[in-house]
């Protein structure tokens, strides 16, 4: 149901200079979303909800993974959540994602629990953010 154009999404917002402390721009965008979904606001609202009962659980298991030093999982954890990010369109907690799925790949732990701590940082701003978005239909 979601529609896949072959490339990567255009930004969703203008970047402000970066600063040391500053925050990525726009999470996400419900334009975006809903675009990749034809329209469709009741499934929007689905796959939403879907996502933010999945979240809790994806992030114990990689927490769990690092700790543990399991590398392996952390890595199959980490793609099959870079997955669920995909349609929200949020670029920065897919590339932390991808990054960690990296950093388990190679067996660097120190910088995996950097990057996790950098993405339960950024999966909170994915997650306030779709709290804003209405069904356009209702």
């Not at 979904?37 to 879907?50: K, Q, T, V, Y």
């Not at 809790?56 to 927490?63: F, I, K, Q």
């Not at 369109?89 to 067996?107: D, F, I, R, Y």
């Not at 804003?132 to 209702?138: H, L, V």
Request: charged share 20%.
């Amino acid at each position: 149901r979601i529609r896949n154009s072959g490339h990567s999404p255009a930004p969703l917002a203008e970047s402000c200079p970066e600063q040391e402390t500053a925050l990525p721009p726009a999470v996400c965008s419900q334009e975006v979303l809903l675009e990749q979904l034809d329209g469709d606001g009741e499934f929007m609202l689905h796959l939403i909800a879907m996502f933010n009962q999945a979240v809790p659980g994806a992030l114990d298991d990689m927490r769990i993974a690092i700790a543990d030093r399991a590398a392996t999982n952390l890595a199959q954890l980490a793609h099959a959540f870079v997955n669920s990010l995909s349609p929200f369109g949020a670029e920065h907690a897919h590339k932390l994602t991808s990054e960690l799925e990296m950093h388990a790949n190679s067996g660097d732990f120190a910088s995996a629990n950097r990057t996790f701590a950098a993405l339960e940082m950024e999966v909170r701003r994915v997650q306030a953010a779709l709290t804003g978005f209405r069904n356009p239909g209702a």
